[in-house]
């Protein structure tokens, strides 16, 4: 059976139950649906007993725990996108092409018949949607005695956070922010300065993906609130300054700033906000160098070494030998990289190396240089003296620009000729490092672009240690390139060097064998002429 785009999932076990019920049910539901997974929790539903009615659980400490279990079960399915309904009666962002359930017990038709009823009139889905039984099925369980506390109910409740990658936590943070709200909820999205210091800033989402995302999770799990979604560019926004606002939801490591928010809000003659707490989520799969709750920073570190966008496409580029464009920073370890792949089997290609014998003499660019900046560029030898051209052209772009135009063509055209040898050599994987590879136009030859990033802060240091300059003129090289953000927009593989040698090898290899998978799959297409 093909898996469907989107489902919805009816779960009927009293809600003490479904902390250990979880998992299973999910990991059924993960086999049968690639899209959203919609979960309506109606605890002591009988689908085999008189027409189903929706009903919601009520808003107790109950539901949040089985909220928790529920999202901490779907963080064991990367891209399982669980959304566990709050309210009923509306349509779904993306209608639900699959019926899920839990219970029933006898003859499953009616359970199906009952299912198709109850989705009709909780979310308008259409009748004779295909409707399944999970194998755990067993029917509803003994109701324990209530649901725990009531929790307690606010007109406007404010929330913040990065919400990059809207993930488990997020969900179980937004869920409680949505059962609190009576009225409104103003959700403050770090935009800004705020990512400045954030671990893999570069592969944060664009805050009008995130707010987009925010938006059709909240509008699917409870409509009936009213979301006022903006972008923060302090740690504090509008939640110091809105007289309606009565709480704040925070976790364990935001309570400080909720704590900040109710100074200022006094400061400002504001009455200050209930803070109400939700324990971060543990993530059992984190890795080496992540962090041990689920968070958007360990999400990044794994699509580091993945493939972001699809290859490039280009009917003029032969599909052999498949050539990977790396480039970085300065102080990236794009070099140390290089050397990796290198040594599980690409072909090499030093785009600097060919750039020092561009101007060497007799080369074509060599000629054209000196025509362009004088005679005095030269060395007693004829050879080119590049502190000499590199103060003519420093400060003035149109120089620079003079020059490039000269050389890179030649560079281009010398790369050209390695990736023929590679070809005659029969290599299946050609890299070529270049600093330059998206200032030139050179991922025109390329299948892919990798990109090395690495923060600013450590570049500097690395420069300073390599090179021997000052923090001012290592800060000023990089500042002269192109920035990290603006070359991860072009890249479909992104790999970083932060941490130590064996993270970014085992970045690297996974990378590879990624490719490999690409590769294999491929086909192998003509033979270049």
């Known amino acids: 059976m093909a898996p469907f785009p989107s489902g919805l999932l009816v779960l009927t076990a009293p809600l003490g139950a479904l902390p250990r019920r979880a998992a299973a049910a999910l990991a059924e539901a993960a086999g049968v649906v690639t899209g959203p997974l919609y979960v309506h929790l109606q605890p002591g539903l009988r689908l085999d007993g008189p027409a189903p009615r929706p009903a919601a659980p009520p808003p107790a400490a109950a539901l949040i725990r089985a909220l928790a279990a529920l999202y ?3 963080a064991a399915h990367r891209g399982l996108d669980v959304r566990v309904l709050l309210g009923h009666g509306h349509r779904l962002a993306r209608p639900p092409r699959v019926l899920l359930a839990d219970g029933g017990t006898g003859d499953a038709e009616p359970v199906r018949v009952a299912l198709r009823e109850l989705a009709a009139a909780a979310y308008g889905c259409p009748p004779g949607l295909p409707a399944l039984l999970l194998s755990g099925s067993d029917g509803p369980e003994a109701l324990p005695n209530g649901s725990g506390a009531e929790l307690p109910a606010y007109p406007d409740v404010a929330v913040g956070g990065t919400f990059d990658r809207l993930h488990g936590a997020h969900r179980l943070l937004l869920s409680a922010c949505c059962l609190l709200a009576r009225r409104r909820l103003l959700v403050g999205v770090a935009d800004g300065e705020l990512l400045r210091h954030k671990v893999l800033r570069e592969l944060i989402e664009p805050y009008e993906l995130r707010a987009a995302k925010l938006r059709e999770f909240l509008a699917d799990v409870k409509p009936s609130v009213l979301y006022d979604i903006v972008p923060l560019g302090d740690p504090y926004g509008p939640a110091v300054t809105d007289p309606e606002l009565r709480c704040i939801v925070v976790s364990e490591e935001t309570r400080r700033g909720g704590e900040a928010v109710n100074k200022k809000r006094i400061e400002n003659g504001l009455a200050a906000l209930e803070l109400f707490e939700i324990e971060l989520m ?18 990044r570190q794994r699509l580091l070494g993945t493939l972001l966008r699809p290859p490039r496409d280009s009917p003029t580029l032969p599909p052999r ?18 050397q990796r792949l290198g040594q599980m089997g690409a072909f090499l290609i030093d ?7 561009a101007y060497l003499p007799g080369s074509q660019a060599h000629g054209h240089v000196v025509a ?6 030269l060395n007693k030898d004829g050879t080119i ?19 490039t135009g000269i050389v890179w063509p030649e560079i281009a055209r010398m790369v050209r000729e390695r990736i023929g040898e590679a070809r005659a050599q029969g290599k299946a994987v050609v890299v070529l490092d270049a600093a330059v590879l998206l200032e030139a136009d050179w991922q025109e030859m390329v299948h892919e672009v990798w990109v090395a990033i690495i923060p600013e802060e450590e570049a500097v240091k690395r420069i300073v240690r390599r090179d021997g300059l000052s923090e001012e003129a290592a800060r000023s090289r990089l ?5 990290d953000s603006q070359r991860v927009q072009q890249a479909q593989v ?36």
């Open 72 to 74: 901490a079960a779907a």
């Open 282 to 299: 543990e993530d059992p799969y984190h890795g080496h160098n992540e962090e041990e709750k689920i968070s958007s920073s360990s999400l």
């Open 321 to 338: 030998p498949y050539i990977i464009g790396l480039t970085g920073g300065s102080g990236s370890g794009k070099t140390s990289i290089a």
């Open 351 to 357: 785009a600097d190396a060919l750039g020092h014998a």
């Open 372 to 377: 362009a900046f004088g005679a005095e560029i």
């Open 385 to 403: 003296n590049r502190k000499a051209l590199g103060a003519k052209v420093f400060g003035n772009q149109e120089r620079l620009k003079s020059l």
């Open 479 to 483: 500042r002269s390139q192109m920035s």
């Open 494 to 529: 992104v790999l970083c060097t932060l941490w130590e040698p064996e993270v970014t090898r085992r970045q690297v290899e996974k990378a590879w064998e990624l490719l490999q998978q690409r590769l294999s799959r491929a086909p192998a297409g003509p033979p270049a002429n």
